[in-house]
Nanobody
Framework: QVKLVESGGGSVQAGDSLTLSCVAS????????MGWFRQAPGKAREFVAT????????FYADSAKGRFTISRDNAKNTVYLQMNKLITEDTAVYYC?????????????????WGQGTQVTVSS
């Protein structure tokens, strides 16, 4: 059974930083494209960042460019999302996702496995 478990969320002030982690079990993510998505209250889930199987080709939503960094450690079966200069609009539940394809993707429908999410709350 494949399981993705996110951690690292919390309540912070605007301008602070957080690093989210996503640990996979039941799946060796070494060949998988990975992504981070988020869902704010009352809004649809949206793409944040994605990365290829080997760590190359990170791609970000415009809202994340310059502030967020996605990375991965295949030996630890873990993907990360470093978030800097957080703003109140970043408040959301953040989800990790894995796809069978080796490339990244910004499309939800191309992901096969999802975590339960971790809450990030940014206050002004």
């Amino acid at each position: 059974q494949v399981k993705l478990v996110e951690s690292g969320g919390g309540s912070v002030q605007a301008g602070d930083s957080l690093t989210l982690s996503c640990v996979a079990s039941g799946l060796a993510i070494g060949g998988a494209g990975m992504g981070w998505f988020r869902q704010a209250p009352g809004k649809a889930r949206e793409f944040v960042a994605t990365i290829r199987w080997n760590g190359s080709g990170p791609f970000y939503a415009d809202s994340a460019k310059g502030r967020f960094t996605i990375s991965r450690d295949n030996a630890k079966n873990t993907v990360y999302l470093q978030m800097n200069k957080l703003i109140t609009e970043d408040t959301a539940v953040y989800y990790c996702a894995a796809r069978r394809g080796s490339l990244g993707s910004s499309r939800e429908g191309e992901y096969n496995f999802w975590g339960q999410g971790t809450q990030v709350t940014v206050s002004s």
